[in-house]
């Protein structure tokens, strides 16, 4: 029951251009929305959220865009930086927990 | 400014084995959350709580696992009689719980590998 889809497994962006990140959502009650970073061997790492009354949200190079009506979300990072290559989860909250999606793959190229 | 703390960091186990993983949270956070992540997969929730109450668990969370968090600070996970399919990274996570924004911290997780 994967209610939190990113259906694109990696992405991959010259240095300096802009990264998109899109996100998928089924479940109409999740609240917030937070974007995570993911180094190999390493925990996963906040890097931005938005709540569900918003539309967009921005924190210097990362901007969070929500399309409620679409059950949308995606992440703008620009520009793109080679220490930006990770893997990003998307994930929403219903009440107390976390839903993840499986990730994506960002590989930033010289 | 200490994180989340996770120990093992690494775990090989032979199947049948039982394995205890530790999870020490950030101090004044009063939730914390245990995950599993495996390979080209998100994390999966496995349990919560609250202080020491355990205030869900998922079915994903058989028999064999149980978790405590017994003076609602740090936290154990054990899995008994482990199978191959419990090879993965198990996270731990914490919250204040007077936060609405529901951010979590992640510890750097334990690897599990079941021979």
């Known amino acids: 029951d994967q209610q939190v889809k990113q259906n694109s497994p990696s992405l991959s962006v010259q240095e300096g251009r802009i990264s998109i990140l899109n996100c998928d959502y089924t479940n109409s009650m999740f609240d917030y929305f937070l974007w995570y970073k993911k180094y190999p061997a390493e925990g996963p790492t906040f890097l931005i959220s938005?709540?569900?009354?918003?539309d967009k949200n921005e924190d210097g190079r990362f901007t969070v865009f929500l399309n409620k009506s679409a059950k949308h979300l995606s992440l703008h990072i620009v520009p793109s930086q080679p220490g930006d290559s990770a893997v990003y989860f998307c994930a929403a909250s219903a009440p107390y927990k976390l839903s993840f999606g499986a990730g994506t793959t960002v590989t930033v190229r010289a | 400014d200490t994180g989340v703390s996770q120990d093992p960091r690494h775990k090989i186990t032979k199947r049948g084995q039982n394995v205890t993983f530790r999870c020490d949270p950030i101090?004044?956070?009063?939730?914390l959350y245990w995950y599993r992540q495996t390979l080209g997969q998100g994390p999966e929730f496995l349990t919560y709580f609250q202080n020491e109450a355990q205030l869900e668990k998922s079915r994903l969370l058989s028999d064999r696992f149980s978790a405590e968090r017994p003076k609602g600070s740090f936290s154990t996970l054990e899995i008994q009689r482990t199978e191959q399919g419990d090879s993965a990274m198990y996270l731990c996570?914490?919250?204040?719980?007077?936060?609405?924004?529901?951010?979590?911290?992640f510890g750097s997780g334990t690897q599990l590998s079941v021979l």
């Open positions: 101090s004044e956070h009063n939730r």
């Open positions: 996570a914490s919250r204040p719980g007077w936060e609405s924004n529901e951010k979590l911290f």
């Open positions: 938005i709540s569900s009354i918003k």
